[in-house]
């Protein structure tokens, strides 16, 4: 036990496990918004979902696909495909000694990045928000590569 | 070598490194249940994938989507985005230094919701059986990401 | 702060940080290739993303779907659905303290196998080639899963 305790008194690990845990928290939170949109415009994909809104043919109109919901989850796949790699790399990054600052300043990016993209996304916000949203998260995931591959590349 | 050694005698994290696993395991055979419809069904997403049920616009009939094959898909996208946030706020929560038995109660509640979600989705079972899988699931990462951001909040 | 700098002398851990950043990269690849095909097929998703093309009705024929787009797309969420369990369980193998040599044969055949797979998606080359490259990625998991509960079950 004494070496997770350790683990737990690293200063860029900590931060580390902080901002991934928010980000990931913003993350789930997309499941919730489809949900509501879905309840609230009455837009179901499968047929179980609705057969308390009508039964047979009448519940068959519900089985439609929405823009709205469809743009949720345009932004919640978007949001995998990204936070993915940032939990990844951004853990081995922590465990590889950075600077706590500029570890600091890379997560503070990142989960910037990610929750302003979520809103230039559902709002919708006109382009290039989304876009220099997604650029800079993406940029921020690659620099923390980078540096991981640069100091400890062992293939 | 030897503070691995301590890490993998520390019973939270062995505990989350094998419900982890059962549940990653769990989520890969989802590409198995997708592979196997869509032979079973000939439902194919790619021109390459039917060659050698026919040639030309014989071969086009099978380019085609399937309500089966599309509901294991959302299964597996479900999954994905669920797991995703338990394997990071889970590795974290386990390295937190947690109560051994709140610990393991998280990880079982969380492995038996998404294993009773993917059998309630590929059956289907009427809701609310899918929905309250789904709940306690994503209750069950909240509840972790609290207890790690309250004890261990360092932004 | 010493625990840490032990964990990078771990040579199985710190082979197993290369490698799931070249793959992790490898995958963040997918969405720059997803943004070409979009901007050199004009083929958008979101209205806000075409605005500059045109407006109102002029606007509204570039939200369309493209074989090409969709192509790419397939291979990134398939990426996604297999590289998710890597790193998961890839990590918590890691800790295992496995034989150096075996776990590096397991790195390189899962990242060679997804790199493969990747070509054959966006050739695309024919059957067999991505099947073979989606199994052996698949069966190098499952091994490492297998290894994993087997000498470490703690349930």
Redesign the interface.
């Known amino acids: ?8 008194k ?2 860029v ?3 580390f ?6 980000v ?2 913003k ?2 939170f ?2 919730t918004a489809t949900a509501f949109y879905r309840l609230t415009r009455k837009v179901f ?5 609705c ?2 809104f009508g039964k047979g043919e009448n519940a068959k109109k519900y089985l439609r696909t929405d823009e709205r919901v ?2 949720v989850r ?1 932004a ?2 978007n949001d ?6 940032f ?3 951004g ?2 990054y922590s ?3 950075p600077d706590l600052s500029t570890a600091i300043l890379h997560f503070r990016l990142f989960v910037g990045a990610r929750i302003y993209h979520t809103i230039a ?1 559902l709002t ?4 290039p928000n ?1 876009g220099l949203a ?1 650029f800079l998260g ?1 940029g921020v ?2 620099s923390m ?1 980078y540096r ?2 640069k100091s ?4």
């Open positions: 036990m004494a070496d997770l305790t350790e683990l737990m690293n200063e690990f900590m931060a496990a902080s901002y991934a845990t928010i990931l928290s993350m789930m997309m499941s994909a499968n047929p179980e979902d057969s308390s469809e743009r345009r919640h796949l995998l495909e990204n936070i993915v790699p939990l990844g790399i853990l081995l465990l590889s000694g996304y919708p916000l006109p382009q989304r997604f993406y995931t690659l590569a991981l591959l400890r590349l062992y293939l």
